[in-house]
């Protein structure tokens, strides 16, 4: 978490998330969930950096996502997060 | 949609879609919901490009939405697409 700003503001599918708490609170347990990942394309320069990847999760085989991150004075300020919520929540209505 | 390959691959949240034709029906409802685009980040190389982007749209204010391109002979052969269709169900739900 040493690279996560303090005020590090995350714009992901469910809302706004502001914090290295809340940011941590909301990655735990998707990290809990991957049993893979697979980087797509990847770039940046000294500022932004923007990945897709496609992440296999205990839910949903074949998840993609992509990322957004701000860098300043080496640690992130900005994410945004782009995934569909759609497979996790037919995953949920079907385990109840 | 000269810049698109007659066997473009396109990866999108409801699945794959192979083909030209079957690319531009597609993306046409897409753009008739299409309100406005504002660009978050766009890096490549002389193969691959990556996009993020916050749409606005018609049935969803705000629709963030990553897209990765290959590039081969001047055309797009390969197209990945994310966004989340989670608020897009809402709405059609909510509209019935």
Chains 1, 2 share one sequence.
């Not at 706004?16 to 990290?31: K, L, N, Q, W």
């Not at 500022?47 to 080496?74: I, L, Q």
């Amino acid at each position: 978490m040493s690279y996560i700003a303090d005020d590090i503001i995350c714009d992901a599918p469910a809302g706004r998330i502001e914090g290295a708490a809340a940011y941590r609170d909301f990655m735990a347990p998707f990290v809990q969930i991957l049993a893979g990942a697979e980087l797509i394309a990847a770039f940046g320069d000294e500022h932004t950096a923007v990945a897709m990847y496609d992440t296999e999760t205990v839910p949903v085989k074949s998840a993609p996502a992509a990322e957004c991150v701000t860098v300043d004075g080496g640690q992130v300020t900005r994410s945004r997060f782009i995934f569909d919520r759609a497979p996790f929540e037919a995953a949920r209505r079907e385990t109840g």
